[in-house]
């Protein structure tokens, strides 16, 4: 059982926006930044928002995160086929660890 | 170009060890500290553990501790995951990945994983 709870499914329609929330406690998001990775299946995962909001080079700006008190969320907007993949949350925990999210599957109707 | 590139996986008999490894290039090894990451087929990501860039400090998740042991070699620039004990929850994808400086949250690469299967 994940730490940090994020909706198993979420689904859009090209062009649409989605937002994949995710939910932890004090000693996690409630206390230090939340990164998203972006996993297709079968591939390397890629580290999607660092740090609650933040896109590393080369990610489009479709692509945006944002975090308040206990609660992330990661949105898309222009929703392209493409996009169709695992995303996970994850935050370090103050027990001295990391925590991911369970993931969710995103699906590009 | 960053590569992390996992070796040891494969088939392990039931109650018994593996030893992973992961040899990094593309960038100064001692500068990141390093993670092993798994996903079990059909699960997400689990973070199993992370060690510091001078290897001194490891940290790991409740579910391995005192099965595993994470260390490093700055001289074959090369991460290690040895783990004992195994059962068939243990069958996973096993990532190896490196996160810049102190920002041990931050995952900035990862490799292409290697498979372990568990056998009874």
């Known amino acids: 059982q994940s730490v940090l709870t994020q909706p198993p499914s979420v689904s859009g329609t090209p062009g649409q926006r989605v937002v994949i929330s995710c939910s932890g406690s004090r000693s996690n998001v409630g206390t230090n930044p939340v990164n998203w990775y972006q996993h297709f299946p079968g591939n390397a995962p890629k580290l999607l928002i660092y740090t609650n909001d933040q896109r590393p080079s080369g990610v489009p700006d479709r692509f945006s995160g944002s975090k308040s008190g206990t609660s992330a969320s990661l949105a898309i907007s222009g929703l392209q086929s493409e996009d169709e993949a695992d995303y996970y949350c994850a935050a370090w925990d103050d027990s001295l660890k990391v925590i991911f999210g369970g993931g969710t599957r995103l699906s590009v109707l | 170009e960053v590569r992390l590139v996992e070796s040891g996986g494969g088939v392990v008999n039931l109650g018994g060890s593996l030893r992973l490894t992961c040899a990094a290039s593309?960038?100064?090894?001692?500068?990141?500290?390093m993670h092993w990451v798994r996903q079990v087929p059909g699960k997400g990501l689990e973070w199993l553990s992370l060690?510091?860039?001078?290897?001194?400090?490891?940290y790991s998740a409740d579910s391995v501790r005192g099965r595993i042991t994470t260390s490093r070699d700055s001289s074959r620039n090369s991460l290690f995951l040895q783990m004992n004990s195994l059962t068939s929850d243990d069958a996973a994808i096993y990532y190896c990945?490196?996160?810049?400086?102190?920002?041990?949250?931050?995952?900035?690469?990862w490799g292409q994983g290697t498979r372990v299967t568990v056998s009874s």
């Open positions: 990945a490196a996160s810049r400086g102190w920002n041990y949250d931050v995952i900035d690469f």
């Open positions: 060690i510091n860039g001078h290897g001194i400090n490891t």
């Open positions: 593309g960038l100064m090894f001692d500068d990141y500290a």
